[in-house]
């Protein structure tokens, strides 16, 4: 299989006009610091968002009725053993193991409490628990990738899995994504929603991957990294991650609070 | 301020988003169950086949649902939250209940989020019922843009297509209190 992949790979290099990553580099590079703090919808380094951005300026607008508020979920929609990703089938998923855990806060400070969070991600080898992700490396039968937990009254979120490993895709030449979690939040407000990915402190990958780039203030990209804490990390069993998430800031006013 | 920024949901969130029943906000048989569907399409007028689409809305009587169990949907309660993915098609649709005014003198709207491959942050709009009444959001768009915002009514439901880009793109929304 190994060979084969080699084989694949020296063909698609030789076709012209193949994109390299010294090319998106350039691209990259030429990007840097034109976004605010949030992602750049148009952001032609990462190819699948050519078609898929508008070009249109959002049009901003007070939210009202429903947007003041955000769906609820209870312990009817999430049991706790779903916060836990390596005891989902018969044995241990191979891998590090780890607990990634943190505090959800709102725009203004206010822990974001009993709220969903799902999360979904590759196995320590790179690979997708998923159809369409079909690269040479082995599935873990005893890992699926995703989980879900509620905040406790502090905000804070907790989950066991293990550590994702980086995986190839096709935006260019020798495109490898830096490892990641996704992450899906909902906040107090509807217009707090949230779906980003989790990284790893001191990935070698970041400078080369157009989605992580894509937020071109190194400032806000640098919120999307956890940190490793060792006082997390259990002696002879797993190690411990840090990401704490704020949200931006809530509408309602304490009247409607009410 | 800094808020965590968003990513996209990438071409793999089906392991982690979609869920049985999530785009049942109330069981298709139900007695005043209307279809509230449409296409995603990219700035070319293909189908997006790997979105993801989230609604939230108020119930027929404009109340705000504060009840649970949207992931395990007893086929009782109203919560209001719904998410489905597109089919290869770029298709998507839910089975739900036309909501009723949540303010007097507003007309009422399904909120809605798109996600997508490629799309590198949530985008949210607004599904309007269709009607007469005088709207400020939708008054101030000129005709084409105001268009796009509003739902097309069906025999047993509702037609809302979203257009990520180009001809007939949709108006996507920003709040105040948001980093842009």
């Not at chain 1, 390299?20 to 030429?30: F, L, M, S, V």
């Not at chain 1, 508008?54 to 947007?67: C, K, S, Y």
């Not at chain 1, 070698?204 to 937020?215: A, E, K, M």
């Not at chain 2, 119930?59 to 597109?86: I, L």
Request: glycine content about 10%; charged content about 25%.
């Amino acid at each position: 299989m190994e060979a084969k992949y080699r084989l694949a790979t020296f063909a698609w290099s030789s076709v012209a006009n193949v994109t390299t990553q010294a090319d998106i580099n350039r691209e990259i590079d030429q990007l840097r610091g034109s976004g605010g703090p949030q992602p750049r919808l148009d952001y032609p380094p990462y190819r699948s968002s050519v078609l898929r951005h508008p070009t249109r300026d959002r049009q901003l607008v007070d939210p009202e009725g429903v947007e003041l508020w955000a769906p609820c979920f209870g312990a009817a929609d999430v049991d706790d053993a779903e916060a836990d990703l390596t005891i989902q089938r018969a044995g241990e998923p191979l891998g590090e193991r780890m607990v990634v855990t943190g505090r959800i806060t709102d725009g203004d400070g206010r822990p974001v409490r009993d709220q969903l969070v799902e999360i979904w991600q590759a196995n320590a080898s790179g690979r997708y628990w998923h159809q369409r992700d079909q690269h040479p490396a082995p599935l873990d039968p005893n890992f699926v990738g995703a989980g879900r937990c509620l905040t406790g009254a502090d905000g804070v979120y907790s989950f066991q899995t293990i550590k994702p490993g980086a995986y190839p895709w096709r935006n260019h030449v020798n495109a490898w994504r830096p490892a990641h979690i996704h992450f899906s939040l909902f906040g107090t407000d509807f217009t707090q929603r949230l779906v980003t990915q989790m990284y790893f402190p001191g990935d070698p990958l970041f400078d080369l991957d157009p989605i992580y780039q894509s937020i071109t203030d190194p400032k806000a990209r640098e919120m999307l990294v956890a940190s490793y804490d060792h006082e997390l990390t259990t002696p002879e069993y797993r190690l411990g991650y840090r990401w704490d998430i704020v949200l931006s800031g809530t509408h309602r006013t304490p009247l409607e609070e009410q | 301020m800094t808020f965590a920024p968003g990513q996209t949901v990438g071409p793999f969130f089906h392991l982690g988003l979609p869920f049985e029943g999530g785009n049942l906000l109330v069981p298709t048989a139900h007695p005043d169950a209307v279809r509230l569907h449409g296409r995603v399409f990219d700035g070319e007028g293909a189908g997006v086949p790997d979105s993801v689409i989230e609604i939230w809305q108020a119930d027929p009587s404009g109340r705000v649902p504060r009840g649970t169990g949207s992931f395990h949907r007893d086929g009782f309660t109203f919560t209001g939250w719904g998410r489905a993915q597109t089919d290869g098609d770029g298709h998507y649709w839910f089975s739900t209940l036309i909501p009723g005014v949540t303010e007097p003198g507003r007309r009422p709207f399904i909120a809605v989020t798109v996600f997508a491959r490629g799309l590198t942050d949530r985008l949210f709009t607004r599904a309007y019922l269709p009607g007469d009444e005088p709207e400020a959001l939708l008054d101030g768009l000129e005709p084409g843009r105001r268009d796009t915002l509003i739902a097309t009514r069906e025999e047993r439901g509702l037609l809302f297509d979203i257009h990520l880009q180009g001809e007939g793109e949709t108006v996507f929304l920003s709040y105040p209190r948001q980093a842009r």
